[in-house]
T-cell receptor, first 112, second 113 residues
Framework: GNSVTQMEGPVTLSEEAFLTINCTYTATGYPSLFWYVQYPGEGLQLLLKATKADDKGSNKGFEATYRKETTSFHLEKGSVQVSDSAVYFCALSAATGNQFYFGTGTSLTVIP | KAGVTQTPRYLIKTRGQQVTLSCSPISGHRSVSWYQQTPGQGLQFLFEYFSETQRNKGNFPGRFSGRQFSNSRSEMNVSTLELGDSALYLC????????????FGPGTRLLVL
């Protein structure tokens, strides 16, 4: 079956620290992979995506590389800001159908 | 282009009542999916509609139902509300089904008393 396992939170970092949020997946076929971000009181916003192996998605300083050999899609940012405080969700879209599978979310708090 | 809109944004109901939530997708998007988000269970897939047909359904009881209209707008209905139905209900739209990016609305927060 399809599933996403995401690093448990919460994560607290100081401003300008390096961020890694781990995400691994199980899927049949070749899924597309996504990172979404949810700010307090809001819906989910697409942060970045990758649709095939070795693709790197990037946006707003965040990056993630689709690693088929390790079935991973870890989110990284070199220098976090207070405004990055949010909940981050890793997700996959299966090769068939349109159902998204989400990880449990990782809460990030960045302190000045 | 306007994003996904959901109405109402907040709702308070009592046990046993029913509720209808509405979702208008991004213009041109024909696929709509619904999710329930709770602190304990995270994001859980409810169902997905395309061209007025339900294509996928998650593991929820029959009290949860939905439909899609010819203009791609979608509604979901929950009958005989239970306390455990209190959640944020998120709607997402995409151009077509498949591995397209889903764009989420702000959600409807339902509180069942």
């Amino acid at each position: 079956g399809n599933s996403v396992t995401q690093m448990e939170g919460p994560v607290t970092l100081s401003e300008e620290a390096f961020l890694t949020i781990n995400c691994t997946y199980t899927a049949t076929g070749y899924p597309s992979l996504f990172w979404y971000v949810q700010y307090p009181g809001e819906g989910l916003q697409l942060l970045l995506k990758a649709t095939k192996a070795d693709d790197k998605g990037s946006n707003k300083g965040f990056e993630a590389t689709y690693r088929k050999e390790t079935t991973s899609f870890h989110l990284e940012k070199g220098s976090v800001q207070v405004s990055d405080s949010a909940v981050y969700f890793c997700a996959l879209s299966a090769a068939t159908g349109n159902q998204f599978y989400f990880g449990t979310g990782t809460s990030l708090t960045v302190i000045p | 282009k306007a994003g996904v809109t959901q109405t109402p944004r907040y709702l308070i109901k009592t046990r046993g009542q029913q509720v209808t939530l509405s979702c208008s997708p991004i213009s041109g998007h024909r696929s709509v999916s619904w999710y329930q988000q709770t602190p304990g269970q995270g994001l859980q897939f409810l169902f997905e509609y395309f061209s007025e047909t339900q294509r996928n359904k998650g593991n929820f009881p029959g009290r949860f139902s939905g439909r899609q209209f010819s203009n791609s707008r979608s509604e979901m209905n929950v009958s005989t509300l239970e306390l455990g139905d209190s959640a944020l209900y998120l709607c997402a739209s995409s151009l077509v089904p498949g591995q397209e990016t889903q764009y989420f609305g702000p959600g409807t927060r339902l509180l069942v008393l």
